[in-house]
């Protein structure tokens, strides 16, 4: 294999390896919600110093092959989709610490059903089919996750009209509900990150920008 | 063959159609066609061998000094056909200039070196040459160092101001299409950015174009960019997106270094 081969490839396990403290900040933040856990929480916390860490050592090895491998074609898509996959993944991780930070403000819970679980459920499914699909190179999976963030968008929408009404019947629960929109709005975003992983994924495969594309068409000069 | 989409508003100004090329039973280029347009620089890409260079030399008939050659197909500029328009190959040369990879200066001073194709061309004129030597070595961005020193010998400059010197002796003539055959293999970086730098300048008035096994060099001066392999055109399209998104997988293996 020749040593630029190698090199992009320690970058994709690199981001493998980052997105992988992402699903494990993922799943610990489903968890310490529903528990509730404050050990689980500080496990979120104490896992984003990695995620900082993966961060700055990823982009030193994007901005080293840039300057010395004078990449062309495919390989200079996935360096450059790599650069913008990287700070997402690093949100993501500060979402989940925004989540963590709630556990202890939301309880006893104010919602009936499981729609909260859902949409933190579902928000894991999105950021681990976008990195499924950076890592196999599966244009399909991309197109899927990003079709899911209306799902996601859905069930924030119903989430937080169904917390307006709790707060408007019950004003004891207002401080735990205004914890609760914020924390149905980190899923939210971290969603919206997954959907960006995908759409650079997209142009990693198929050399066109995904992302507003009702704009295609119009040029920008 | 894969030719650019995208609307030029260049006209073209050298037309290859289905062009083949051969010394002797050797063939070298078959089945070309391509449409080099007027103020832009087109580079050719290609591994060693793939009749980069030859291709270049058909558009001046430079080839024809060599025997047993045999070129098929249409070559036009501005329309007309080079080989059969009843075209005066010197004139052909005159508008077709060439500049080649090793800096190429006559044993002659500097003045003489850029003054010799207008005299060839029948300026007796003293004033005159003095002004068309002094254009043509400003237009090759030398003026400024040789000013001084007209009279001294070409032999005696760097090997990035030969290069340039000739590059000027090409441009005495007032050429329109300039064939540049790698014309920075031999030269040091900073010599090559300048080179470089007078390509981007005249492209305003001239049709360049470069033949180089410098993939970043293609990169950073041309518009557009073809890639040849075993004498075939395999790509061409705006240089931008010959190095994000070709559209020949082979064209993607060449210039991200997987070929072969």
């Not at chain 1, 499981?114 to 933190?120: I, V, W």
């Not at chain 1, 707060?167 to 969603?191: G, Q, T, Y």
């Amino acid at each position: 294999m020749r040593q630029f081969d190698t090199e992009l490839k320690e970058l994709r396990e690199g981001i493998m390896a980052m997105a992988g403290v992402a699903e494990e900040m993922l799943e610990l933040t489903i968890q310490a919600l529903a528990e509730p856990s404050q050990a689980k929480a500080d496990q979120v916390n104490h896992l984003d110093r990695r995620m900082d860490e993966w961060e700055l050592k990823l982009d030193q090895q994007c901005i080293d092959l840039l300057a010395l491998r004078n990449p062309a074609a495919s390989d200079l898509r996935r360096i450059a989709s790599s650069l913008k996959i990287i700070p997402e993944l690093e949100r993501i991780g500060d979402h989940c610490c925004n989540i963590a930070r709630r556990v202890g403000m939301v309880h006893p819970p104010i919602l009936a059903g499981n729609d909260l679980e859902r949409l933190g459920t579902e928000t894991r499914s999105m950021v681990r089919r976008a990195v499924d699909a950076f890592v196999s190179n599966d244009a399909a999976l991309a197109h899927a996750v990003i079709l899911s963030d209306d799902s996601v968008d859905a069930l924030y929408g119903k989430l937080y009209r169904d917390l307006l009404r709790s707060m408007l019947a019950d004003p004891l629960c207002i401080e735990r509900a205004s914890h609760l929109i914020l924390v149905i709005k980190n899923w939210e975003r971290i969603a919206d990150q997954a959907t960006n992983i995908a759409e650079e994924v997209l142009f990693i495969l198929e050399g066109r920008s995904a992302k507003h594309t009702y704009l295609r068409g119009d040029s920008v000069e | 063959m894969l030719t650019p989409t995208l609307p030029e508003t260049k006209p073209i100004k050298l037309s290859v159609r289905d062009m083949a090329f051969s010394y002797g039973p050797k063939k070298i280029l078959d089945g070309l066609s391509l449409d080099i347009h007027a103020e832009r620089v087109t580079a050719i890409i290609g591994p060693s061998g793939c009749g980069k260079s030859t291709f270049l030399k058909c558009f001046n008939r430079i080839h024809e000094v060599a025997a047993d050659v045999n070129v098929g197909g249409d070559i036009q500029i501005d329309g007309v056909d080079i080989y059969r328009g009843g075209i005066d190959v010197v004139d052909l040369r005159r508008r077709v200039g060439m500049v080649f990879q090793k800096p190429n200066p006559f044993p002659k001073s500097i003045y003489e070196n850029v003054a010799f194709g207008p005299r060839l061309f029948g300026v007796k004129d003293r004033a005159t040459l003095d002004g068309i030597v002094e254009d043509a070595l400003r237009k090759a961005a030398l003026w400024d160092e040789v000013k001084d020193r007209l009279k001294e010998s070409a032999s005696g400059m760097s090997g990035g101001q030969q290069q340039r010197l000739c590059i000027a002796r090409a441009l005495a003539v007032n050429p329109e299409v300039l064939l540049m055959d790698e014309p920075c293999s031999a030269l040091d970086p900073i010599a090559t950015s300048k080179i470089e730098d007078l390509i981007g300048e005249l492209k305003e008035s001239l049709t360049i174009v470069i033949v180089t096994h410098n993939m970043q060099q293609a990169a950073r001066v041309s518009d557009y960019t073809a890639f040849f392999w075993l004498g075939k055109l395999v790509e061409m399209d705006l240089t931008e997106r010959i190095f994000t998104t070709p559209r020949v997988q082979m064209t993607e293996d060449y210039i991200t270094g997987r070929f072969g």
